[in-house]
């Protein structure tokens, strides 16, 4: 299928493979081969250019509410889709407006995407449209990252409650006292008294450094996903939820239910004492990666879903 992706990204065109931040909306876009174009440019389009519109709503969206962009999606895509952003239900936080205006986008959709089998239910709960997986994607080519040292863990958000980085932190101390947490527009300053931070980076050097630490723990809201992820790529065994796709798929042995806190310090705690333990689990997720997370993998599903539009 000849796929369009509409994002608040200033880009226009294809995502080369030798992309040096290919996070997962980018490596979407390269593996299908689809073409990205901002969203408020689809006026500017010709009629029916693509088979498929693959669209990410962002979170800053009261621009959109003046733009005509679902007769103009339309006119540009023979099929539309909307992809999840963040949290299944965070435009709930917004003005009513706005709420209403992405509910009523959300029905006019040929197709919806989302993250997680309980963002699937979610939306078929909510609206009466086709929902599917898109999963999360790294397209790893480009990644020559040598065997190191791993030391210490890594939370995989900030202190506030999207991330849930109070309880990975908690959790992460029955590792080591050496925690490190990446730097996210959503950081508290007063984070730099307790913990260590990396600091924005794009992706390939992410994952460089990612790849020096021990373990990982992510405790907050069901959503992309891909710091899981990419600890399973690196083998580093991933203490979180089981609403996280990435999570419950790819690091069975470390994953425990929703707010679960004493069974994840349990599994941390085996995690340090146990090395058996510890290689098993890094052993598996490495395996589960490739059988459910690679990009053959990605291709696959993604075929199956074309094949029915």
Known sequence: ???????????????PR????MRTDLA????TNGTHHPMITLHQLPDNLYDLGIMIIPKKRRPLLQYDL???????????SIMQESTYNYWQDDPLDEQVWYYNLLTEMDLIFCHNYVDVRYYNGITSVRTELLPSLMLTDNLNLPEVKRDGVIIGGNFVSIYGGFDSYQVA?????????PTTGRMKQEETQILNHIPWVLWNE??????HFYAGVQLGTPAAGTFNMNCSYLGIPCVGYSNLNTQSLLHPNTTVKLGDIVSAKNIAKKLKNDKDFYQTCSEETKLLFDKKYSERAFV???????KTL
């Open 300 to 306: 696959n599903h993604v075929k199956d879903i074309f």
């Open 18 to 21: 030798n992309h040096p931040n």
């Open 173 to 181: 101390l029955s590792i080591s006292d050496n925690v490190t947490a």
């Open 70 to 80: 679902l007769s103009n999606y339309k006119r540009v895509c023979k099929k539309v």
């Open 1 to 15: 299928m000849n796929i369009g992706f509409f994002t608040e990204g200033s880009y226009e065109g294809k995502v």
């Open 28 to 31: 979407w876009v390269c593996a």
């Open 206 to 211: 992410w994952m460089e450094k990612l790849n």
